[in-house]
Structures are given as C-alpha cells and as structure tokens.
C-alpha cells in the first residue's frame, strides 16, 4: 500500500520544493498537498503535476491561523485517509519584519556577524496582532494550528502497522530567550517567530515522549537560509537583488545558506529516508549548502529544557481544551 504524506505550506518556497523533491525520491507516495484555498491548491498541483504526471497528488485547503478551519480539514482527512505515514507541518509566517542593520554593524566589529547572519539573532523584530480566534496570529499559525491538526489526526498516525512520522519546519532563529513560559504566544515582545519556533521545538520534544510508544515519531528541521516569499518581503526587492552577489559568498562561511527552496528542503527529504528508531528527538537536523553546492544534512543538540517543554505542553493541552469547547459543533 502506498505511503500517504500531508504537506502543509505547500504553495511555494521550501513545501513546494519538498513537495518535488519526496516525489523524485518515490513517485508511488501518495501526496496530500494542504494549501490556504483552492486556486492556490490547483495551481500547485498543476505545477507538481507537469513534472511528476504519474504522482498521485491530492489537495486539502486550511488556513492554519484559523482554528475551525483546521478542525474542518481533519475532518475531512480522517474521513479520505485510514492512515498518514508522514505529515510535513512547514506552514509559516514572519509578519511585518524589521532587520536592525546596526545590530549587524555591531556584530561586524565584535566578531560575531557570521553567526548573525545564520541566526539572526539581535537583528530582527516582527509586528505580531490577534488572530479572529484571539490568538497571536504568528504562534497560532507556526505552531497551534499545526498543534491541533497533528492532535486531531491521533487516530490517522497512532497504533498503525509501520510508525508514522511528524516533521516540523523549526528555524535556527528558534531561541529560548525570546520563549517565555507565562508570555508563551509572545504577545509582549517584539520576536513573535523565534519565539514560535522555539515553542515548535520544545513541542516536539514532548510530542516523542508521550507518542513513541504509539508508534509516532516528531522531528524538527532547519531549512537554512531559504530565498522565499517570506524571506523576500523581509527588504525591498531593489535591496535583495545588492546584496544577492554578496549571500552566494556567505555560502563559502555559512553552510546553512541554502539559499534556494529545492537546497532548503534537503533535511526534510533526508528524513523521510532515515528509521526513526535511529533519530534523536533532541536534536534539530540542518540542511546544509557547501561552497561548491553540496547539500548535506547536520544533526545539531537543541537547546531545549525538557521540564519548560513540559510545562508549555500542559498549556497548549489547556488552550486545545477551551478551543475544542468553543467549537464543540465541529467536531464529531
Ligand atoms: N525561508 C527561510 O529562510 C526559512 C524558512 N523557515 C520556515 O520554512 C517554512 C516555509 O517557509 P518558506 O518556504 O521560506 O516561506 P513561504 O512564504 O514561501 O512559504 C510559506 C508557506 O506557508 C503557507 N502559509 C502561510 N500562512 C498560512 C496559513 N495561515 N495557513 C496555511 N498556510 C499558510 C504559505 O501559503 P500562501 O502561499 O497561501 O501564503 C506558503 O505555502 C516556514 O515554516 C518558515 O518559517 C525556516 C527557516 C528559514
Ligand atoms: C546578507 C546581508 C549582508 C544582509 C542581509 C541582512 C538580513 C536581511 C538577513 C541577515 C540574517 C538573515 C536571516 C533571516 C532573514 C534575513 C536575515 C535577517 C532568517 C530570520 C529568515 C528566517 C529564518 O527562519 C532564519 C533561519 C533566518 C536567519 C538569518
């Protein structure tokens, strides 16, 4: 029987690449691509369809920053699919970015550019705002709606006959100090997508310890430095198009310049080919680019605290608890 694989964020940048790439590694999966409405669903599909003709690639529409449209679409999976092998939770957002290049000047005379360019960490600020569900629209999207979807799909990935495998797209912009415990949607600061990917992280962590008997496995990944929709509206296109000549000689210091969707996706692909019983649920796996254009993958420890994991996790099992009330009428 054919391996089923949900991809989220499938409409450009690293799902799309991904989306190609799972199916020149085995063109027999079965591809569920899930994008935010339908004309972005068919043109995706058309896309994937021209280079892979004989794929069997069918659509889902979610916006993941809208809690009953996420409940609708588990819905509607659990009632095409008995079983998912692989769900890719890659769906993201960076609202309203602010690159401070004083920090990087700074980081230029302190000796610390390089890992500023890689992390940027103390370079960039977003703008965050409620949600329609009164959430903060960059935790909801990049992680509780994933959150509930991966929750509401338990009977699809738990208890089957080969273990099923969660695959979330992390960031190595992901840093505790922007994470807090009472502040967890980040509605106070000014790193709303660090701190989400640090709470992807720290999800993850808690998801192996109560799903690996069950037969379900979570990983994280870090796609690099990806040139995308997301990180093309971070400057002006006049600015990105200077400083292009400048990022393909980053590559030759920072390996995780990928800088292309299809090199970004090089992790997320790795994964789907590993066991694993043989991965570590503490470690974030990076795509790599060599100078020379190698893509590689490199395993790296998180800097995760596993009692803060399960703290957070208790209250994202609260939030979960108050949305399933508020919408009890959509649920089975
Ligand atoms: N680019 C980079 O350098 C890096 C990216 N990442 C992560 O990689 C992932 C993919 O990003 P990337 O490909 O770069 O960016 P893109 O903006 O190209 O892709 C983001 C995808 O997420 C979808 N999406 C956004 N919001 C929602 C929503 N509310 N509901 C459903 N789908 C949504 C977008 O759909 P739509 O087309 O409708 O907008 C799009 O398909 C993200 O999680 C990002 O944080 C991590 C590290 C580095
Ligand atoms: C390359 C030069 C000389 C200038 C560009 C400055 C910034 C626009 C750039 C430096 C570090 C970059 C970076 C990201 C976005 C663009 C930068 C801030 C990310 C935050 C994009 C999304 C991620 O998830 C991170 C892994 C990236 C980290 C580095």
């Given at each position: 029987m054919e391996r089923v694989v949900l991809v989220t964020?499938?409409?450009?940048g690293v799902g799309l690449a991904l989306c190609q790439r799972l199916l020149e590694e085995d063109g027999r999966i079965h591809l569920c691509i899930a994008c935010r409405n339908d004309q972005k669903s068919e043109a995706t599909r058309d896309l994937i369809l021209a280079a892979h003709p004989a794929a069997q690639v069918s659509t889902v529409e979610v916006d993941l920053g809208n809690l009953a449209s996420v409940l609708r679409v588990a819905q509607e999976l659990r009632c095409r699919f008995q079983r998912l092998d692989f769900v890719y939770l890659n769906a993201g957002i960076m609202p309203n970015p602010h690159v401070n290049f004083k920090a990087l000047w700074r980081g230029l005379l302190t000796g610390k550019l390089l890992h500023m360019l890689t992390t940027a960490e103390g370079v960039m600020t977003q703008t965050d705002r409620l949600n329609g569900d009164g959430l903060q629209e960059v935790f909801a999207t990049n992680l509780f709606g994933h959150f509930i979807l991966v929750r509401q799909l338990e009977s699809l990935l738990c208890g089957n006959e080969k273990p099923s495998r969660l695959i979330w797209t992390s960031s190595?912009?992901?840093r505790e100090s922007a994470?807090?415990?009472?502040d967890y949607q980040h509605a106070?600061?000014?790193e709303s997508y660090s701190s989400s990917k640090y709470a992807t992280d720290l999800t993850s962590v808690v998801l192996n310890r109560k799903f690996n008997n069950q037969g379900l496995y979570s990983s994280v990944v870090c796609p690099g430095l990806v040139m995308s929709n997301m990180t093309y509206r971070i400057l002006p296109v006049f600015l990105w198009k200077l400083l292009m000549p400048i990022m393909w000689l980053i590559r030759f210091f920072a390996k995780t310049y990928t800088l292309t969707p299809h090199n970004g996706a090089e992790a997320h692909v790795w994964l789907f080919k590993q066991?694993?019983?043989?991965?570590?649920?503490l470690v974030k796996y990076h795509s790599c680019t060599s100078g020379l254009g190698k893509n590689y993958v490199e395993p790296r420890k998180m800097d995760v605290d596993e009692e803060t994991a399960e703290k957070f996790y208790q209250k994202l099992l609260e939030l979960e608890k108050e949305t399933l009330e508020k919408y009890s009428d959509l649920l089975d």
């Open positions: 964020g499938a409409s450009g190595s912009n992901a994470f807090s415990l009472s106070k600061g000014q066991k694993p019983e043989s991965l570590d649920a």
